[in-house]
T-cell receptor, first 111, second 112 residues
Framework: GNSVTQMEGPVTLSEEAFLTINCTYTATGYPSLFWYVQYPGEGLQLLLKATKADDKGSNKGFEATYRKETTSFHLEKGSVQVSDSAVYFCALPSRNNDMRFGAGTRLTVKP | EAQVTQNPRYLITVTGKKLTVTCSQNMNHEYMSWYRQDPGLGLRQIYYSMNVEVTDKGDVPEGYKVSRKEKRNFPLILESPSPNQTSLYFC???????????FGDGTRLSIL
């Protein structure tokens, strides 16, 4: 079945550093891919999505490109802020209609 | 305001005492699901529902029940809770399983 493997954390960066969180997927066909963010004490919220190969999703300075050649959907941001400190999850729907999430990557940004 | 509402937000209870966590959405979404979040394991899906009266098991359904009698509600039932069900639970909904999900704020359950 479909699955995602996400870079393990935690990740600690200084403000304005470049961020990459790796996500690779295994899928039949080309399902939509998602990145969700969970701020402390809150539920998950959609950060960005891509619905087909070569699509680039972007939001709040974050980007991720749906790459079928490398089966990857890495999350990037050029200059992180303290307010980006959160847990980030890669996700995709499986063929059985359930949703598969990565283990989550905790990001801490220090001033 | 579009939202997914879970209740209660926090609950401490004892082994074997039946409990229900309610979930309601006001977006007319067809797809709803329940997840548990545990350290190091990320989110694991417990049950999901494609529409009214249609439910299916996710990755970790043992010890849980759900029902979908109305489109807006999707309660999670623990008939005989055990300590290994201590976790943070999230309800979510979306138009379909291929659309982004809206999550509730979570329910922290402690089973003693």
């Amino acid at each position: 079945g479909n699955s995602v493997t996400q870079m393990e954390g935690p990740v600690t960066l200084s403000e304005e550093a470049f961020l990459t969180i790796n996500c690779t997927y295994t899928a039949t066909g080309y399902p939509s891919l998602f990145w969700y963010v969970q701020y402390p004490g809150e539920g998950l919220q959609l950060l960005l999505k891509a619905t087909k190969a070569d699509d680039k999703g972007s939001n709040k300075g974050f980007e991720a490109t749906y790459r079928k050649e490398t089966t990857s959907f890495h999350l990037e941001k050029g200059s992180v802020q303290v307010s980006d400190s959160a847990v980030y999850f890669c996700a995709l729907p499986s063929r059985n209609n359930d949703m598969r999430f990565g283990a989550g990557t905790r990001l801490t940004v220090k001033p | 305001e579009a939202q997914v509402t879970q209740n209660p937000r926090y609950l401490i209870t004892v082994t074997g005492k039946k409990l229900t966590v309610t979930c309601s959405q006001n977006m007319n979404h067809e797809y709803m699901s329940w997840y548990r979040q545990d350290p190091g394991l990320g989110l694991r899906q417990i049950y999901y529902s494609m529409n009214v009266e249609v439910t299916d098991k996710g990755d970790v359904p043992e010890g849980y029940k759900v029902s979908r009698k109305e489109k807006r509600n999707f309660p999670l039932i623990l008939e005989s809770p055990s300590p290994n069900q201590t976790s943070l639970y999230f309800c979510a909904s979306s138009l379909t399983q291929h659309q982004p999900q809206h999550f509730g704020d979570g329910t922290r359950l402690s089973i003693l």
